[in-house]
């Protein structure tokens, strides 16, 4: 088999396998106690703090680096940190004040409960959380594909090591995107999709891998600490304080060390 196409078959199996199945083991929780819940989406937050504090950002340093300054990799990694923060802020922001007019018109034709309306805005909160965690993750994929296409062209054997090394590193990603979108009333087949969808964006940059032969190391630095920004985001102002609600304001500290633990583990091995 030509070694172009070998490596984006294998960038589609890494992509789609990892998230998917990390999509499943999310989804596949049954309870759904509020306490239970808010733990799981503790967990998920961990997880996400944990990839982006041990691999995106300094990842993303790395790369940025211009003539060799680790100084001016910061600024620039930092730089792309807050922007992408800003852009799921104005994400979150958008879909609040949509979910903000459902919610009147609902309550123009009928009374409800306060704590019916609660749960609602809970439930926004959670799928809105999971979309942008989608999208952010989405983005993260496509560098990780331009690594498989970009080693495999060179080098068969490396390409297949780091196609299975980042399968491997997807699972945890995939867990954060549908665990979530479930809590938030998702089917958790719709979940376990979108997880896929995500993985599937390793194909794209597997594509750019493959026939540039390479990429720009800053501009896959400046892309990685955008998807960090809005992960960062969704993990602080979304999952955290909503996992905190849901378990009458504890914090589930053990869950979200837990989170932090895999996110580790998964970084240092793979």
């Known amino acids: 088999m030509n070694g172009k196409i070998l490596m984006l078959i294998l960038s589609a199996l890494a992509g789609v396998l990892g998230t998917g ?3 499943v083991i999310g989804a596949s929780i049954k309870d759904k106690s509020t306490e239970t819940v808010g733990k799981t989406l503790m967990f998920a937050a961990g997880i996400m703090l944990g990839v982006v504090a041990f691999e995106m950002m300094p990842e993303a340093v790395n790369n940025c680096k211009i003539k060799d300054s680790e100084l001016l990799g910061v600024a620039v990694a930092m730089a792309s940190l807050f922007a992408g923060t800003a852009v799921a802020f104005l994400f979150n922001f958008v879909v609040e004040k949509a979910g ?38 989405a983005f993260h994929n ?3 594909g ?11 054997a490396v390409g297949i ?5 980042i399968a491997l590193h997807n699972l945890p990603e995939g867990m ?62 979304d999952l955290l304080p909503v996992a905190t609600k849901l378990q009458n304001g504890n914090f589930s500290g ?17």
């Open 176 to 237: 954060a995107i549908s665990a979530p979108l479930v809590s938030g009333g998702v089917k958790p087949a719709r979940a376990v999709l979108l997880s896929l969808l995500a993985g599937g964006a390793t194909l794209l940059g597997a594509l750019i891998g493959v026939f540039v032969g390479g990429a720009n190391l800053v501009a896959d630095g400046v892309c990685v600490a955008l998807a960090s920004g809005a992960m960062l985001y969704v993990s602080i102002f």
């Open 21 to 23: 199945i990390g999509g």
């Open 142 to 144: 496509v560098p990780e």
């Open 146 to 156: 331009m690594a498989i296409g970009a080693s495999g062209a060179s080098n068969v």
């Open 254 to 270: 053990k869950s979200f060390f837990l989170g932090l633990v895999v996110a580790m583990i998964f970084s240092l091995l793979f």
């Open 161 to 165: 090591v780091v196609a299975v090394v």
């Open 100 to 137: 903000a007019k459902q919610q009147n018109n609902a309550l123009e034709h009928q009374k409800q409960a306060q704590v019916e309306v609660l749960a609602t805005r809970t439930k926004t909160s959670l799928k809105k959380a999971g979309i942008i965690t989608f999208l952010a993750i």
